[in-house]
């Protein structure tokens, strides 16, 4: 086992990765920009380096900074956490040129799984579903009013180096083809340096599922059930379940299964995450993501198992030591994404936390960097808290995370919370009878 990782992010994360190190006997090394010298990882970890000025670009994705402070620190492993570098096959494998290890999976498995054509290619060899349309870049306008008439209208035009809802147009008609395909063009070499795209059915109202999975790269695999991401705002999840309030038992069985054999096949190696659009009974895959996600504690609430110390063993070069039959999931898990927003407009609301008070009691969970008088800063995503719950049943669990959402207080900021109690009270959220436009929906026809 690692003596010292080094944690390659900021934040809730940064901090999460923190606890799983330290119950592990690992040694941690915080690195920080000037705006985070007072975060709590920092205060918390056993050294840390400043490596740049509050700039992203200048700190927690400058790569030399970062492998500078692990060579100074003499790490064993990096742990990139989500977001920044988490997905860089580059920052992969210069971190394994420096004789560290990168906690995650290979290089070569980043960089298939970030180009969204060869990912969906993958996959359909390895008999997964996935969404009808083009299967490979397309050429030209002849070739996408090919495939359109194929698939039939609606479609999307999606990025091969997109993902995450960027860089994507939906065409409702064949007059529209044409310059949505240039728009597309333009809008992909502006934001991705890359025009490369592909076209896909547009399924209209589906739910997002994803299948968490963790593998050992030597052909052992193991799933830990699905989420249910469907509530999102501008490609921002909002709430997350486990397991999926819009799937039966069987329905969920059999996607899990596949999709972990899949994995096996593939010789995947580390935690991941494979996305679906679920339409009418069916499964689509859109994407699979190879870092730990923002989301993975509903996962950990219903497993029981604590899936950062179990990538963290992975990288190490442990087998994975269990199989599916010692996974077992109980109860019902929810987490609210609080973010430092205003919760009407969404206005960004940094600043100093006058009074915090965080909930507790059974079966709630709170994974955030916050404290009394530390100023959340303007330069990062606005992401402060998770409230995370666990009930029996669903109706438990709801019940909980409303009492939960009542007690947490974030003074001196404005922040989501109001939205979250809103949103629990709902009928549809209530009934589970929601798909990925419905927040957006809700968001748009409230008052304050
Ligand atoms: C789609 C889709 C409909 N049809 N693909 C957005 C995020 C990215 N991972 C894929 N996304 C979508 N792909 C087809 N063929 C609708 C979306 C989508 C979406 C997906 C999941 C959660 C929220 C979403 C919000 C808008 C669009």
Request: net charge negative.
């Amino acid at each position: 086992m690692f003596d010292k990782v080094l944690i390659a992010n900021r934040g809730e994360v940064a901090l999460r990765i923190h606890r799983a190190c330290r119950e592990m006997g690992i040694r941690t090394v915080a690195v920080h920009s000037t705006a985070d010298a007072d975060a709590m990882h920092v205060r918390l970890a056993d050294e840390a380096v400043c490596i740049g000025p509050p700039s992203a670009a200048a700190s927690y994705l400058n790569i030399p900074a970062i492998i500078s402070a692990a060579e100074i620190t003499d790490t064993d492993a990096i742990h990139p956490g989500y977001g920044f570098l988490s997905e860089n096959a580059r920052f992969a494998s210069i971190v394994e040129e420096h004789e560290l290890v990168f906690i995650g999976p290979s290089a070569e498995h980043i960089r298939l799984m970030s180009d969204k054509i060869a990912a969906k290619d993958a996959m359909r060899r390895l008999g997964i579903p996935v969404v009808e349309g083009s299967e490979r870049p397309l050429s030209g306008l002849s070739e996408a009013v090919a495939v359109a008439e194929d698939i039939g209208y609606p479609v999307l035009i999606k990025a091969a180096a997109g993902g995450g809802g960027r860089g994507m147009t939906v065409i409702r008609e064949p007059v529209a083809l044409e310059a949505g395909l240039r728009t597309a063009r333009a809008e992909c070499l502006a934001a991705f340096g890359d025009d490369t795209l592909y076209i896909e059915k547009y399924l209209s109202q589906p739910r997002h599922i994803e299948v968490q999975l963790l593998a050992d790269g030597r052909g052992a695999a193991v799933h830990f059930g699905e989420r249910d991401c469907s509530l999102q705002r501008r490609h921002q999840k909002v709430v997350e379940e486990a397991p999926s309030p819009g799937l039966t038992q069987a329905e969920r069985d059999s996607l899990c299964t596949r999709v972990r054999d899949a994995i096996a096949e593939l010789g995947y190696r580390g935690l991941g995450t494979v996305e679906f659009l679920y339409d009418d009974g069916d499964f689509s895959f859109i994407e699979m993501n190879t870092r730990v996600q923002v989301e993975h504690p509903v996962t950990e609430m219903v497993s029981g198992l604590d899936l950062v110390r179990e990538q963290i063993r992975i990288a190490a070069g442990e087998p994975l030591g269990y199989g599916q039959d010692a996974v077992t999931i109980r109860g019902h898990s929810i987490e609210c994404r609080v973010n430092a927003e205003d919760p009407y407009t969404f206005a960004a609301s940094p600043g100093r936390i006058s009074d915090y008070h965080t909930p507790g009691g059974i079966g709630v969970r709170v994974d955030s960097a916050l404290y009394s008088g530390y100023s959340v800063p303007p330069h990062y995503d606005s992401l402060v808290a998770k409230l995370i719950v666990h009930g029996a049943d669903r109706g438990e669990c709801r019940m909980r995370l409303r009492r939960a959402l009542e007690e947490y207080v974030i003074g001196g900021i404005e922040t989501t919370l109001p939205l979250h109690l809103e949103i629990t009270d709902e009928a549809d959220f209530i009934a589970g009878a929601y798909d990925i436009h419905w927040l957006e929906r809700f968001i748009g026809g409230r008052t304050p």
